[in-house]
């Protein structure tokens, strides 16, 4: 036996399982096919929202609560700033479906917020050209995710707490025998008695037949425009943000660099409406309908933002048939642990994900409440 456990991928999710793991025992592995935070997977991009204010399943709350703990308990450990406070806005129309349902969302949750009229907003925020009829609900404790930094720094911590890392060592295949999980890479294995499958867009070669038929990989688009005044759009100055309306769709985060501000269209013709079957082969390259349509709303949005693209990349993100991860064992009696499909949403709760995977997979306290995100939700079908 090799060691107890290994993280197969090591970055949004299996960075953080990895750092959890690592101050659980000190007898785990991570697998990365490259180095952690290449741009090439899904950390890439530089950022991502941190949202208390979400909307999805209340029994998400609690994972973003404990996330939001553990991004700072990483920050204390590392000496790093990962998660930057901006607050976050999500605008919408007034008494419209996108906010009714998030004012639902909060009622049911908790979650801190405010609701802002047309005209707060426009004192407030004049960087967003508004709609007659918009609104917003206030997310007091949203914020901005430095991505790369933050895996870097969880891989790092576990690295001094003793983890194993290795590099440029991609997976082949994993095995289960009696006497544990072999792991394969080239002409080399491992053992160990569990085993996490943590690798995003490319979880689908490591899968039994009944998951690859309920996921697929696709192709996140992101874009970056230059800000004609970037104090405006500083993270002080400019919260993470959210606009949806039956016709278009839009987030984004604050000047981190105080020159270029991300803006991406949510939904077709971009983000996630490409499937890209091989995330070794997800084309870079926006299409000139991508182009064309992100540069239209950020025209309508933005005034302050010179609309023309600045920059632009894709990554490979795992996304299941319901939208929701896989995470828990392959059955029962497997040594197998998922830790993957997050669907586009996982960053955010990175830090609680990896917190769960890594006590479970280690046999140190089962949660309660994620029967929705269950591999075995889609083993009968």
């Known amino acids: 036996m090799d060691a107890k456990l290994a993280v197969i991928g090591l970055g949004s999710i299996g960075s953080m399982a990895l750092w959890q793991s690592s101050r659980l025992s000190d007898s785990v592995v991570g ?12 950390v890439g991009g530089d950022t991502r929202l941190f949202r208390m204010v979400y909307l999805g399943k209340p029994e998400y709350y609690p994972v973003i609560e404990r996330s939001r703990g553990l991004w700072a308990e990483l920050e204390a ?43 707060e907003l426009a004192e407030r925020y004049p960087q967003h050209n508004l709609r007659p009829d918009d609104c917003a609900v206030y997310d007091p404790r949203a914020g901005v995710l430095r991505t790369d930094r933050a895996v870097s720094a969880a891989v790092a911590a576990a690295q001094a707490n003793g983890a194993t890392v290795l590099q440029n060592t991609p ?22 008695e569990k085993v996490i499958v943590a690798s995003g867009g490319w979880s689908r070669r490591l899968m ?14 992101l874009t970056w425009f230059i800000a004609q005044d970037g104090t405006q759009f500083s993270p002080e100055n400019f919260p993470v943000f959210s606009r949806w309306y039956d016709d278009r769709s839009m987030y984004g985060a604050p000047a981190v660099d105080s020159v ?7 939904g077709p013709p971009t983000g996630r409406a490409r499937a890209t079957p091989d995330p070794d082969a997800v084309p870079r390259e926006l299409t000139q309908e991508e182009i064309e349509k992100v540069t239209e709303i950020v025209t309508e949005f933005f005034p302050g933002l010179i609309p023309t693209i600045a920059r632009a990349d894709a990554f ?21 642990y998922c830790a993957t499909g997050f669907s586009g949403k996982g960053f955010k709760m990175a830090t609680g994900y990896g917190h769960i995977a890594a006590h479970e997979a280690l046999g140190k306290q089962m949660f309660d409440g994620l029967d929705f995100v269950r591999p075995d939700r889609f083993k009968t079908r």
């Open 31 to 42: 697998f990365e096919a490259a180095t952690p935070a290449h741009g090439r997977s899904a």
């Open 208 to 221: 039994p037949d009944h998951l690859k038929a309920v996921t697929e990989t696709h192709r996140i688009v």
């Open 260 to 266: 270029t501000v991300k803006a991406s269209v949510d």
């Open 77 to 119: 450990e590392t000496g790093q700033e990962i998660l930057t406070p901006t607050g976050g806005l999500s605008i919408g129309t007034a008494n419209g479906s996108y906010i009714n349902s998030l004012l639902e969302a909060t009622r049911v949750t908790g979650a801190e917020h405010s609701l802002l009229s047309r005209e």
């Open 316 to 336: 490979p993100e795992l996304f299941t048939e319901d939208r929701h991860p896989l995470i828990g064992w392959l059955d029962e009696n497997s040594g197998i």
């Open 171 to 192: 997976v082949d295949s994993i095995t289960e025998t009696e006497h544990g999980v072999v792991v394969t890479s080239g002409d080399r294995t491992w053992t160990f």
